[in-house]
T-cell receptor, first 114, second 111 residues
Framework: DAGITQSPRHKVTETGTPVTLRCHQT?????MYWYRQDPGHGLRLIHY???????DKGEVSDGYSVSRSKTEDFLLTLESATSSQTSVYFC?????????????FGDGTRLSIL | QKEVEQNSGPLSVPEGAIASLNCTYS??????FFWYRQYSGKSPELIMS????GDKEDGRFTAQLNKASQYVSLLIRDSQPSDSATYLC???????????FGQGTRLTINP
């Protein structure tokens, strides 16, 4: 158990509303990631963080922003949700002992934008 | 061109047989390779890591790595219905603490 909690687990909201997903970890891992998973596309990296206030974009970052003000929390925000952002969102963490460490995933958030 | 490629399946294997899952990658600088198992509606779970050429065995699972040919495979011996899942291959992105995932192979074990 990597001690990862995602909240909420399920959310239904309307187009144009802001949405924030939270990832909380208890193991003090340096790296945190947000992915989305859609049929036919697999896991795609949205943003990731390599430390407090240190973040970088992934391959599908448009329409998303992130923040990491504490080691244990990584927030993903959809400023104005669109139907194309309906997906399952996974948070993952990895220790900071060098390149190529495995990632461990939270249970996911199922987000529906109507 | 996709950086990590897997046959999406579905791959159907009879119970008790060996399931063979394959993955190819494009970046010769990659040094770390992982297999994840994902049950329907659940999150990916790490089942194998491999870093050196050759075979690595863990119970009924064997990971095989051939860096010269840029492929990594996963063998599941004595397949069980509980092995039915999607298997994701992940490869590290050199110079960055990121993984690139294949689209996954859906495996079904038939009793």
């Amino acid at each position: 158990d990597a001690g990862i909690t995602q909240s909420p687990r399920h959310k239904v909201t309307e187009t144009g509303t802001p949405v924030t997903l939270r990832c909380h970890q208890t193991e003090n891992h340096r790296y945190m990631y947000w992915y989305r998973q859609d049929p036919g596309h697999g896991l795609r990296l949205i943003h990731y963080s390599y430390g407090v206030k240190d973040t970088d974009k992934g391959e599908v970052s448009d329409g998303y922003s992130v923040s990491r003000s504490k080691t244990e929390d990584f927030l993903l925000t959809l400023e104005s949700a669109t139907s194309s952002q309906t997906s399952v969102y996974f948070c993952a963490v990895a220790p900071g002992q060098g390149n190529g460490q495995p990632q461990h995933f939270g249970d996911g958030t199922r987000l529906s934008i109507l | 061109q996709k950086e990590v490629e897997q046959n999406s399946g579905p791959l159907s294997v009879p119970e008790g047989a060996i399931a063979s899952l394959n993955c190819t990658y494009s970046d010769r600088g990659s040094q770390s390779f992982f297999w994840y198992r994902q049950y329907s509606g659940k999150s990916p779970e790490l089942i194998m890591s491999i870093y050196s050429n050759g075979d690595k065995e863990d119970g009924r699972f064997t990971a095989q790595l051939n860096k010269a040919s840029q492929y990594v495979s996963l063998l599941i011996r004595d397949s069980q219905p509980s092995d039915s899942a999607t298997y994701l291959c992940a490869v590290n992105s050199p110079g960055a603490q990121k993984l690139v995932f294949g689209q996954g192979t859906r495996l079904t074990i038939n009793p």
